[in-house]
């Protein structure tokens, strides 16, 4: 294929831009809500357009210069001396069948309030899950993750281990017990992180970047009781 000529976009075209994604990811935020739990494939594309930046491709808000130097955390830190997973973007929700589910932490009705706000190279990176091989995941890895090799711009033959077992083996370890039967709780919960990733986003945009405060503003589920 021939080389062909680039041109830069004016800036006015990347505003738009920038509101259109937010637009998009606060609709994937709503369809995940009402229970399409794969539109979280398709939020993790989204972050990644917005805060990525990786060789030559820089993050939507960048090229704006609006990135903010600080992103709100709803996670905290985990704890080193636990010897039980952690994965503080999640709660286990119970159904009134008496099912249990992995959900984002905004959906479980108990999001510690206010979020603190973290530099974002910590943010992007502090762990943020320990499985039940103490292996741990920060954003940075989930959003990658998902958005790059199992279904957000690619689905690859193959996946990382460590991320398989998260997403399909419950390699967090919770179950729920009924009787004489043990299983599993329900959900993805790398899904379920995106959406909560995607709440912190929102919330840190709609906080620190006035210009886009209006495209920005959390989507706050409603938390079946």
């Not at 001396?81 to 008496?98: I, V, Y």
Request: aromatic share 6%; net charge positive.
């Amino acid at each position: 294929m021939p080389k062909r000529n680039r041109v830069q976009r004016p800036k006015d075209e990347l505003k738009r831009e920038l509101a259109e994604q937010l637009h998009l990811l606060r609709l994937s935020c709503e369809a995940f809500d009402r229970g399409i739990e794969a539109v979280g494939k398709h939020i993790a594309l989204s972050i990644r357009v917005l805060i990525h930046q990786h060789g030559q491709s820089r993050a939507l808000l960048d090229q704006l210069k609006a990135h903010p130097d600080y992103f709100l955390d709803s996670a905290g830190t985990l704890r080193t001396e636990n010897l039980l997973t952690e994965f503080p973007l999640l709660s286990m929700q119970l159904s009134s069948a008496g099912n249990g589910r992995y959900v984002p932490t905004i959906a479980g009705g108990n999001l510690p309030e206010p979020m603190r706000p973290l530099r974002f190279p910590d943010w992007w990176g502090n762990p943020v899950l320990r499985d039940n091989k103490r292996r741990t995941f920060s954003r940075r890895d989930l959003v990658l993750h998902v958005a790059d090799t199992d279904g957000g711009a690619h689905v690859d033959p193959e996946l990382d281990q460590a991320y398989m077992e998260i997403s399909r083996n419950n390699s967090l370890g919770w179950v729920l017990t009924k009787g004489d039967m043990t299983q599993a709780l329900d959900g993805r919960p790398e899904l379920a992180c995106m959406r909560q990733i995607a709440h912190e986003i929102l919330s840190t945009i709609h906080r620190y970047v006035p210009p886009y405060s209006v495209h920005s503003a959390p989507v706050i589920p409603i938390v079946k009781q």
